[in-house]
């Protein structure tokens, strides 16, 4: 049996001719080669880098060639070292149980240490590649786009560049605080809460969080939502009052949940209901703005179906756009409870009320294992959560994605 | 046709039905009810743990809106020049400080959205077939984003020492834990036949990723960016409070020590700036998203 003979494309491989194609065809191919402006964008945007990383930043060839061989140092060592302590606490799981998990939290703590910190820098490695990779990629066609492309991208990272060199970044100071950070890792290991009566306070501060974060979320929308009309194009119709409503949100909202806690400590002293009012404060603005929103988009075929059949503008409003609203605002309300949840664990810090002040107590003490410790707690908490409040969506409004 | 005509249900059907009805609805109002009563305990609940003092609140309310009246500055209509220059008389050095919380901003967003653009095809569940692998991607975006990057800018802070140094390191991380997020959504939407196309003539992972993916998720990656830097801009502006750089320390210490117009000065500075990064980038993103659709 014989192979079928296939017709011979011109396409293929033996025959391709580029330039004998191109020449049959003018006009249908971009110019070849590199266009004068692309080469230039290209000269300009490789310039500005290498400038900026020399002159702003410092940066040697040499500097940075010592450095990733000292980061390469100690990856090999570590790797070595934390073997060792990962086998010895192999070893002494058959006997002694609590050695044993000392031996594996010093085996991953030199793992963080001299292996993950001194990776996290020699990351810079592959963005310098890409950088390279992006600009010879550049060359593959020519045009005006593709030139404008370079030099924005010149631009970017010149200006990434400069900001690093001007706010005091360099190669040994990142890599000082990279080992000093895998040295926290270590000392983080085994979360401890310290004593039974700090884990009680520690417990009692995670419901405040909550419960700052609930009692926020839940009022701020109470509030925001007869505003929220006030700020909708289509329930409102007068300029002035719009312009002003819209106005105030922004600035509420401008203003951050630590500023409003600083602000309400003022007035109510230290303690979790300066935390509730700055979280009232802040989300007032958001909740305002992202209720309008919903109002300004809902369907208008209900409202005038409602004022048709003689209903009012109050009944056209509870009838025909606040069905439509209300799923959308349930499940803006329920995400801003989770993100809540989040921004309520650090007003702490400025003494309004939850988990931040022990944190950040215990950052600034180094009581390292009670940071881990603190810092499970908020993760644990937070994905709960997630959870519950992604159930009630759904039970709420059904398998719609949340806005 | 006569009214006593029209065909009428049976008595018996119509009764069942009716108290089929009120089943069904008194089954949903026992539920609000339920739902109803856990919302107010839970309200009364986290009242009592909140220490929710209205008394308080409303016997104190006349010392907030005496604050935001102390905070506002003396301006005459006929002294107006030098009434503002005293009001902003640190206006150098707060520029400057401004300056410092944008450029922290922007340098934390672009890092935060290199490691995000990396991991994000790693966490994307069309493209990478390991669960394991999957798995870890996702889990340390989740760590990234759940911590609260302030206090990222804490440990950081004793770490690099005080600065914008650990705060541009810690908007790094934390947006890299939520850009990730957001990225690796948009890859899971896009179109898989240019991958299958890559794939089938032997590509690897970087090339499939290169000419296959990249050129579908641009447009939205840059335009989540832009969100994030909004974002990020308000972050920087807090940084200062542990010592992480920008304007924060300023505005902090204005605060804490009852430099009253000196509040007003700051805040007006840090609302006008956030405000206008909000209508840049909407400008900016409704050209980019505008740019993808005439393609």
């Known amino acids: 049996m014989t192979a079928p003979v296939l017709p011979q494309s011109p396409f293929s491989d033996r025959h391709f001719d580029r330039a004998a194609i191109m020449a049959r065809y003018p006009g249908e191919f971009p110019a070849a080669g590199f266009a004068p ?141 990279m080992s000093q ?97 700055a979280i009232v404060s802040s989300d007032f603005g958001a909740f305002g703005k992202l209720f309008s929103e919903a109002i300004e988009t809902a369907d208008r075929k209900p409202v ?22 209300l799923p959308v605002i349930l499940s803006q309300v329920l995400y801003y409870f989770e993100s809540n949840t989040r921004s309520a664990t650090i007003i702490g810090i400025v003494g309004a009320g939850g988990i931040g002040l022990h944190l950040s107590e215990s950052i600034r003490t180094l009581e390292w294992q009670q940071v881990s410790f603190l810092v499970l707690m908020v993760l644990v908490t937070v994905a709960v959560i997630d959870t519950l409040s992604q159930r009630l969506r759904f039970a709420i409004i059904g398998e719609r994605r949340a806005v | 046709m006569r009214a006593d005509t029209l065909p009428r249900l049976d008595p018996t059907v119509r009764d069942r039905l009716e108290r089929g009805y009120l089943y069904a609805t008194a089954a949903r109002r026992r539920r609000m009810l339920v739902g109803f009563g856990l919302l107010v305990v839970s309200i009364l609940l986290a009242g009592w743990i909140a220490e929710v003092q209205p008394a308080k609140f409303f016997a104190n309310f006349g010392s907030f809106t005496k604050y935001i009246h102390d905070i506002l500055p003396v301006l005459h209509l006929d002294a107006a020049d030098t009434g503002i220059a005293e009001w902003y008389w640190g206006w150098k050095r707060w520029l400057r400080l401004l300056g410092e919380t944008l450029l922290i901003a922007y340098v934390g967003t672009l890092v935060g959205a290199l490691g995000a653009f990396l991991l994000s095809f790693l966490a994307a569940g069309n493209l990478v077939r390991s669960p394991g692998l999957r798995f870890a991607a996702r889990r340390f975006l989740e760590f990234c984003r759940t911590v ?91 940084m200062g409070y542990v ?26 500075m840090i609302i006008i700036t956030v405000v206008a990064i909000d209508m840049l980038t909407e400008t900016l993103r409704h050209r980019v998203l505008g740019a993808e659709g005439a393609r």
Do not use: C
């Open chain 1, 37 to 177: 402006a692309t080469a230039l964008a290209a000269l300009v945007a490789i310039g500005g880098i290498v400038a900026s990383l020399v002159i702003v930043a410092g940066v040697t060839p040499g500097a940075f060639g010592l450095a990733v061989i000292a980061a390469g140092q100690s990856i090999v060592g570590g790797l070595g070292e934390a073997g060792q302590a990962l086998a010895a606490a192999a070893a002494l799981f058959a006997g002694d149980l609590s050695a044993a998990g000392g031996a594996l939290a010093s085996g991953l703590g030199t793992l963080i240490t001299r292996v993950a910190a001194p990776l996290g820098f020699a990351a810079v490695v592959p963005f310098m590649l890409y950088v390279l990779f992006v600009v010879v990629d550049a060359f593959r066609a020519s045009g005006s786009s593709r030139a404008l492309t370079l030099l924005i991208f010149g631009v970017l990272v010149s200006l990434l560049i400069v900001g690093l060199g001007v706010m005091g970044f360099s190669i040994a100071r990142i890599a000082a605080g």
């Open chain 1, 304 to 325: 005038e179906g409602v004022l048709s059949t003689g209903g009012s503008r109050l009944h056209a409003v509870r009838f025909g756009i606040l069905p439509q609203i």
């Open chain 1, 181 to 277: 950070l895998g040295v926290f890792a270590k000392l983080m290991l085994p979360p401890d809460w310290g004593s039974s009566g700090k884990l009680a306070l520690y417990l009692h501060a995670l419901g405040e969080t909550l419960a700052i974060a609930f009692l926020g979320t839940l009022i701020a929308a109470t509030l925001a939502f007869p505003f929220g009309f006030l700020a909708a194009r289509n329930a409102v119709p007068v300029w002035l009052l719009r312009f002003v409503t819209r106005r105030t949100f922004d600035t509420l909202r401008g203003v951050d949940t630590l500023i409003w806690a600083l602000i309400w400590i003022n007035v109510v002293g230290l303690g979790p209901f300066a935390g509730v009012l």
């Open chain 2, 148 to 238: 609260p990057e302030i206090v990222f800018a804490l440990i950081f802070v004793v770490a690099f020492g005080l600065g914008p140094v650990p705060g541009v390191l810690a908007i790094a991380i934390h947006t890299m834990g939520a850009l990730g997020k957001l990225f690796s959504e948009v890859v899971e939407n896009i179109d898989m036949k240019p991958v299958e196309g890559l794939v089938s003539t032997g590509a690897g992972f970087v090339e499939t990723v290169r000419f296959a993916v990249l050129p579908q998720v641009m447009t939205n990656y840059a335009s989540y960016m832009l969100l994030r830097f909004e974002v990020n801009v308000r972050g920087a502006a807090i």
């Open chain 2, 243 to 268: 010592g992480a750089g920008g304007i924060g320390q300023d505005l902090l210490e204005a605060i804490r020590k009852f430099y009253y117009t000196d509040v007003s000065a700051i805040l007006l």
